[in-house]
């Protein structure tokens, strides 16, 4: 077997954690050390190192000089600063894309969301994935680079809940008629109209996945609370997740 470079190491470990840390296989507020990370992969500390240190640029980890690493909790009131952002960004990408004369930038997102009830996808991960594009191509449409760049950096801080908003099957159809109805504004070239749409849609998203990621949150704590008696269960499900306990 070809053997891993340390950066292809350090790309996996990273891969590896943040993909935990997104399917709440670590729950906010959960320590550990490096040693246990390096076990659990098979690998050295330092590829290791490199990709906590990544994961904590990006805002999902903490680190302490003695205690080790920490799930940073969800930081609602940040959520809502980043929702607000993308809407800033989608708006004008909106407007800009009902302005301009040639609409076939939008044609893939025509083919995927203006489809009839039986082509509809109904895995939630291939949906959430959809959706991310939908609104990345809405920016990355209007040929501005650098609101598509910021557009980017917005969806990867948020998609550790946004994804939450697919596990409801009635979420998945709304979000269906909902694109399409944001999508046949622009191609009708009706700015306001079409802003308003995307407004509502985002705000509904982002208060579903609110619930569902408070709610999913108290039923992993306390199904890790029953599986450990000395881990500590939540008060209820509009808790803040507290630590797992120190490492040793």
């Given amino acids: 077997m070809r053997r891993l470079s340390g950066q292809s190491l350090s790309d996996c ?83 800009r894309l009902c302005d301009q004369a040639d609409a076939a930038a939008l044609g893939p997102l025509r083919d995927a969301w203006l489809v009839p009830e039986v082509r509809r996808l109904s895995d939630e991960r291939a949906v959430a994935a959809l959706d991310e594009q939908f609104h990345e191509q809405l920016v990355v449409a209007t040929g501005n680079r650098v609101m598509a760049h910021m557009h980017r950096e917005v969806t990867e801080r948020i998609r550790i809940i946004r994804r939450l908003d697919f596990t409801d099957a009635g979420r998945i159809a709304a979000t269906y008629d909902e694109h399409a109805q944001v999508l046949r504004s622009i191609l009708d070239r009706q700015p306001d109209h079409a802003c308003l749409l995307l407004e509502a849609h985002i705000e509904a998203s982002k208060q579903a996945v609110r619930r569902i990621t408070l709610h999913r949150l108290y039923m992993a704590r306390n199904d890790c609370a029953s599986d450990a008696p000395g881990l500590p269960a939540m008060a209820g499900p509009a808790a803040a997740p507290r630590p797992a306990g120190q490492p040793v």
């Fill in 13 to 95: 470990a990273y891969e590896r954690i943040k993909q935990d840390v997104f399917e709440f296989r670590r729950l906010p507020g959960d320590w550990f050390t490096e040693n246990e990370i390096a076990r659990e992969l098979g690998m050295s500390r330092t590829p290791v190192r490199e990709a906590l240190n990544r994961l904590a640029q990006e805002g999902h980890l903490s680190v302490a000089a003695r205690s080790g690493w920490m799930v940073r909790p969800l930081d609602f009131a940040l959520f809502d600063q980043l929702y607000d952002t993308r809407v800033v960004l989608e708006r004008a990408a909106v407007r």
